[in-house]
């Protein structure tokens, strides 16, 4: 016989299968007076967990998605994927293993200026955005990851990011673009120097050299 299930469990179960997008604790605890809900999702996850759809949380929102051993029966004959450039991609790593970063930083990783349309597909992707600006002269433009970059990448956060050696095993590595990619990921994953060193060391050689270079960024942003 099914145990009672409480009310404020079933009104969490219902507002999330009826949202249009995944919603965080707060938004949750909004809608549903101020409750405290947190509880009520644990119960749903353990509930879900060996069913057809999963409760999973992707950068701290909630949402029902299909279980993964099932989502090949629910994909459509006719798929219009995402396809990102070369350089959309990269950037995008870049972005991933060292926000929040600049132009400036992207730059230093890749080795070759980045278009202004580059960030801009990103960001209509909703995947990337803008995070602020840097508290060093010129203030440029710093960039970071969203939460739908999380969740359509299937991440609970950027801790579970893969690592070179990762990639390589999943055969999702071209050995061309290894060189590449050990810039994108940086020295907690694949040696060398991070972004945030990159800067300090532009700013160390002087603040004529710095000043241009962040202005530069500064305006292409």
Known sequence: MNEPIDDLVRAVEATLFASEAPMSVEQLSTH?????????????????????????????????QTAPDLAHLLRREREEPRRLSRAATE???????????SRAQIEAIRGVQTARGTLDVLMEAGWVRVAGRREVPGRPVIYATTPEFLSHFGLGSLRELPGIDELRAAGLLDPVDDDMIEAALGPSHAGGQSADEAELDRSATGPGQHDDRVASSNESA
């Open 91 to 101: 950037v995008l790593a870049i972005v991933a293993y060292h926000e929040p970063v």
């Open 32 to 64: 549903l007076g101020q409750a405290d809900v947190r509880s009520a999702l644990l119960q749903l996850q353990t509930h879900y967990a060996g069913r057809g759809i999963h409760l999973v949380q992707r950068g701290g929102r909630w949402h029902f």
